[in-house]
């Protein structure tokens, strides 16, 4: 029925709404728009949370490598505990 009015079935606002106030009622078409505005509102709030956490995240460093200390050798530790009389 839509597309023998030159409306588009598969597309809510300005083609099927129009087909359902007439058949259905205002009720109907007043309803599917209530939520879409609150679907709406839901996903700017959502998408504004998530601009806000990525703005305020900490960006993670990854460790700078420290160059490594040089081990004593076994003949060096040994001479240096023994004490001097």
């Given at each position: 029925?839509t597309?023998?009015?030159?409306f588009?079935?598969?597309?809510?606002f300005g083609?099927?709404e129009n087909?359902a106030?007439?058949?259905?009622?205002?009720?109907?078409?007043?309803?599917?728009?209530?939520?879409?505005?609150?679907?709406?509102?839901?996903?700017?709030?959502?998408?504004?949370?998530?601009r806000?956490?990525?703005?305020?995240?900490?960006?993670?460093?990854?460790?700078?490598a420290?160059?490594?200390k040089?081990?004593?050798?076994?003949?060096?530790?040994?001479?240096?505990?023994?004490?001097?009389?």
């Amino acid at each position: 029925m839509t597309k023998q009015r030159g409306f588009d079935p598969n597309v809510w606002f300005g083609n099927v709404e129009n087909m359902a106030a007439e058949k259905i009622g205002a009720e109907t078409v007043t309803y599917v728009s209530n939520i879409y505005k609150y679907y709406i509102a839901y996903r700017l709030i959502v998408d504004d949370m998530a601009r806000k956490q990525k703005a305020t995240a900490v960006p993670r460093q990854e460790p700078v490598a420290q160059p490594a200390k040089p081990q004593p050798s076994m003949a060096t530790a040994a001479t240096a505990q023994v004490p001097v009389i």
